[in-house]
């Protein structure tokens, strides 16, 4: 009676899989539907004025945890200025294969030149062809910001005379949560990272 009942319930699995919704979407003939806060290609972005934002500090080549981004900074020439500040990026490149997408680059850049867009189709045959320059990413001042939504200003206070120039909607309001560790030398407790 087992035997029957095994196949009764596989064949009750078909039956409810044969009439129920596609999980699978046909791509690439139909367009993949993205989260508002997915991490795709790399952008930098320009001033309305069409200089760089990027000003060459090495931030983002700092926090990455992958080792992804190589920023040579140079001096800016006054007469013929490539950015707003002292210095700009003479080479900027990132490693599309070690990069993991995490978006902390974009979260360090001080001036915001840094975005993560939507693009996800990168591949392509050689390897070379995966370390994407400056010239790669640069975008036209129309596309200052592609595709990011970012919430309107909010002028959300940080410190006592700071305010943050905008939140993300998506973060606003968002409480890391703190796992308790036992110290081995007291025995009392104590919040992961010393917060």
Same mark, same amino acid.
């Given at each position: +009676?087992?035997s029957?009942?095994?196949?009764?319930?596989s *064949?009750g699995?078909?039956?409810?899989? *044969?009439?129920?919704k596609p999980?699978?979407?046909?791509? &690439?003939d139909? &367009?993949?539907?993205?989260?508002?806060?997915w991490?795709? $290609?790399?952008?930098?972005?320009r001033?309305p #004025? =069409?200089?760089?934002k990027?000003?060459g500090?090495?931030?983002c080549?700092?926090?990455?945890?992958?080792?992804?981004?190589?920023?040579?900074?140079a001096? #800016?020439?006054?007469e013929h200025?490539?950015?707003? =500040?002292?210095?700009?990026?003479?080479?900027?490149?990132?490693? +599309? *294969? $070690?990069?993991?997408?995490?978006g902390?680059?974009?979260e360090?850049?001080?001036? =915001?030149?840094?975005?993560?867009?939507?693009?996800?189709? +990168?591949?392509?045959?050689?390897?070379?062809?995966?370390i994407?320059?400056?010239?790669? +990413?640069?975008?036209?001042?129309q596309g200052?910001? &592609?595709?990011?939504?970012e919430?309107a200003?909010?002028?959300?206070?940080?410190?006592?005379?700071?305010?943050?120039?905008?939140? $993300?909607?998506?973060?606003?309001?968002?409480?890391?949560?703190? $796992?308790?560790?036992?110290?081995?030398?007291?025995?009392? #407790?104590?919040? *992961?990272?010393?917060?």
């Amino acid at each position: +009676m087992s035997s029957v009942a095994a196949l009764a319930q596989s *064949l009750g699995i078909t039956l409810k899989a *044969l009439f129920s919704k596609p999980v699978t979407i046909p791509y &690439p003939d139909a &367009p993949v539907p993205l989260k508002p806060r997915w991490h795709g $290609r790399h952008v930098l972005t320009r001033h309305p #004025n =069409g200089l760089e934002k990027c000003i060459g500090c090495s931030l983002c080549a700092a926090i990455c945890p992958a080792y992804a981004i190589y920023v040579e900074p140079a001096e #800016n020439d006054p007469e013929h200025p490539t950015s707003a =500040g002292e210095r700009y990026a003479k080479v900027y490149e990132i490693n +599309m *294969l $070690r990069c993991i997408f995490c978006g902390l680059c974009e979260e360090a850049c001080p001036t =915001g030149a840094v975005v993560l867009g939507y693009d996800f189709e +990168m591949a392509d045959y050689r390897y070379s062809d995966l370390i994407y320059s400056k010239e790669d +990413m640069l975008v036209e001042v129309q596309g200052t910001k &592609p595709q990011r939504r970012e919430a309107a200003y909010t002028g959300k206070p940080i410190k006592k005379g700071y305010t943050v120039p905008y939140v $993300r909607a998506e973060l606003e309001g968002f409480k890391a949560p703190l $796992r308790q560790v036992k110290r081995k030398e007291t025995g009392q #407790n104590e919040p *992961l990272g010393g917060h």
